[in-house]
């Protein structure tokens, strides 16, 4: 038979636990409030966080590609459509998600936020 360990969760700070946590001083337990509405919410924006991020790159690399003439007019004009259409995606899951614009922007510490 397996040994199957309990999976552990890594964080710098318990305060990124604390929306799912029911706190005594508030009448709750101290456990974990694992209601799957928010457990969704949280991960829809970890995992938009982390397309938006991609997204960002994405064009970042598209526009040095354009300034160092490495793409074609037809190149450049599908590349400009894809991204457009990716960037109005994105918009449509953080306004299904409920999320703000600046929900999704990341800290990067000593480079500032991410847009």
Do not use: C, W
């Not at 508030?26 to 829809?44: A, F, H, W, Y």
């Not at 074609?72 to 994105?90: H, K, P, T």
């Not at 800290?107 to 847009?115: I, M």
Request: aromatic letters at 4%; charged letters at 30%.
């Amino acid at each position: 038979m397996s040994d199957i360990s309990r999976p552990e969760v890594e964080a710098t700070s318990l305060k990124a636990f604390a929306p799912y946590i029911s706190a005594p001083e508030n009448g709750g337990n101290g456990r974990l409030n694992l209601d799957p509405d928010s457990v969704k919410n949280g991960l829809g924006k970890l995992v938009l966080t982390l397309v938006k991020l991609l997204h960002e790159l994405l064009e970042r690399q598209a526009l040095r590609r354009i300034d160092g003439g490495g793409l074609r007019d037809d190149e450049i004009e599908r590349l400009g459509e894809a991204l457009m259409r990716q960037a109005e995606v994105i918009e449509k899951l953080r306004i299904e998600f409920g999320l703000e614009k600046d929900d999704l922007n990341l800290d990067l510490g000593p480079l500032g936020k991410l847009f």
